[in-house]
Antibody, heavy 119, light 107 residues
């Protein structure tokens, strides 16, 4: 069965960096686009970024473009999100999610990892 | 970016009620719309894609409709397991965007 396991969350000071990872299993990772979606405490879902199956195409939400970088290692079935210049408003649960192919919607989600940006 | 607006933001309903949630896009997205269900402390669950296609395993009491800028999610007979927050998401154009959510709770 499809499993997505996020890691790397924690408490970080404003302006610092953090790298999230998502370990994927149960499907052919290299065949699917992958997303990051976040949810601030008590708030709704916010789409963060997507990467194509081969890593050649990447797109970002307006609030993170230029600060966050999505990447993947198909040899290790791992998705990553490098977050730089973190702001308090980046505080959220970050979900890794599998695209149904390269369609734009997600059929499987991880349980999320919490990032808290605070001094 | 395309803005997605859901209404209502919350609603109270009883088991057996028919419930309809509306999602409006700030510009045409054809039928590139998905719906998700989220329960407290859990990851979202995928329900519907392309506005009206039911994901495998999703109960048939869920249905989606609409095109261009106006869409609906209907639960024909609300069940106890359906009390949750529902989100629409457009995937017509980057950056993808979600609606703000509609919380369905028990009357």
């Amino acid at each position: 069965q499809v499993q997505l396991l996020e890691s790397g969350g924690g408490v970080v000071q404003p302006g610092r960096s953090l790298r999230l990872s998502c370990a994927a299993s149960g499907f052919t990772f290299r065949g699917y686009g992958m997303h990051w979606v976040r949810q601030a405490p008590g708030k709704g879902l916010e789409w963060v970024a997507v990467i194509s199956h081969d890593g050649d195409e990447k797109h970002y939400g307006d609030s993170v473009r230029g600060r966050f970088t999505i990447s993947r290692d198909n040899s290790k079935n791992t998705l990553s999100l490098q977050m730089n210049s973190l702001k308090p408003e980046d505080t959220a649960i970050y979900y890794c999610a599998k695209d149904v192919g390269w369609q734009g919607h997600c059929d499987y989600w991880g349980q999320g990892t919490l990032v808290a940006v605070s001094s | 970016d395309i803005q997605m607006t859901q209404s209502p933001s919350s609603l109270s309903a009883s088991v057996g009620d028919r419930v309809t949630i509306t999602c409006r896009a700030s510009q045409s997205i054809s039928r590139w719309l998905a719906w998700y269900q989220q329960k407290p402390g859990k990851a979202p669950k995928f329900l519907i894609y392309r506005a009206s296609s039911l994901e495998s395993g999703v109960p048939s009491r869920f249905s989606g409709n609409g095109s261009e800028t106006e869409f609906t999610l209907t639960i024909s007979s609300l069940q106890p397991d359906d009390f949750a927050t529902y989100y629409c998401q457009q995937y017509s154009a980057y950056a993808y965007t979600f609606g703000q959510g509609t919380k369905v709770d028990i009357k």
